[in-house]
């Protein structure tokens, strides 16, 4: 079992649509919890943490749910500019730094 | 303030050449990571430095993988001798040394092709 996988997507949606991806780890000792986003061809970017009782900025949402080992990322009122591929990632253990990244799921907002 | 730069950002060489690979990180970020994209997998962690010294190396496949960051400033990245198999996308991140889980500032890569 992979350490994190998510919606393989893609994902086509409407201008205004709301979409919700999810996310499933497989260590439950995990402590930090984040979605990344990353444009084709460029360097993945910090879009949110993820925090347990839950977080929003904006129009983005993000849920974890640690008895259930998952993850969500919420998006409201979708716009072009938020076609990217989402990234779920975790910090598998205490201590450690080290980024464990899912697949992605590939957003393509359309006009 | 400069991001993480990365050099080159294309390189084509031929199984059994060597490559090097460099990352300038922010300055003042002691932690500096290497992870790499092969096509259709994810991204995957490589090593990690605190400033010279690696913390965790756990995630370098092979011995023809070596990573150096002398003086704890830039780093390279050399694999040698090449395979196939080493192609892929090289991303550099950095980040400030605490608190744990600070963001990462990743660099815009450097897409690798062994042919």
């Known amino acids: 079992r992979k350490e994190v996988e998510q919606d393989p997507g893609p994902f086509n949606v409407p201008e205004g649509a709301t979409v919700a991806f999810n996310c499933t780890y497989s260590?439950?000792?995990?402590?930090?919890f984040f979605w990344y986003r990353q444009d084709c061809r460029k360097e993945p970017k910090l879009l949110m943490s993820v925090y347990s009782s839950g977080n929003e900025d904006g129009r983005f949402t993000a849920q974890l749910n640690r008895a259930s080992q998952y993850i969500s990322l919420l998006i409201r009122d979708s716009k072009l500019s938020d076609s990217a591929t989402y990234l779920c990632?975790?910090?598998?253990?205490?201590?450690?730094?080290?980024?464990?990244f899912g697949k992605g799921t590939k957003l393509t907002v359309n006009p | 303030e400069a991001g993480v730069t990365q050099f080159p950002s294309h390189s084509v060489i031929e199984k059994g050449q060597t490559v090097t690979l460099r990352c300038d990180p922010i300055s003042g970020h002691d932690n500096l990571y290497w992870y790499r994209r092969v096509m259709g997998k994810e991204i995957k962690f490589l090593l990690h430095f605190v400033k010279e010294s690696k913390q965790d190396e756990s995630g370098m496949p092979n011995n023809r993988f070596l990573a150096e960051r002398t003086g704890g400033t830039y780093s390279t990245l050399k694999v040698q001798p090449a395979e196939l198999e080493d192609s892929g996308v090289y991303f550099c991140?950095?980040?400030?040394?605490?608190?744990?889980?600070?963001?990462?500032?990743f660099g815009n890569g450097t897409r690798l092709t062994v042919t």
């Open positions: 260590n439950s000792a995990s402590q930090s």
């Open positions: 991140a950095s980040s400030q040394d605490r608190p744990v889980g600070s963001p990462l500032h």
């Open positions: 990632v975790v910090i598998p253990q205490g201590g450690s730094e080290k980024l464990v």
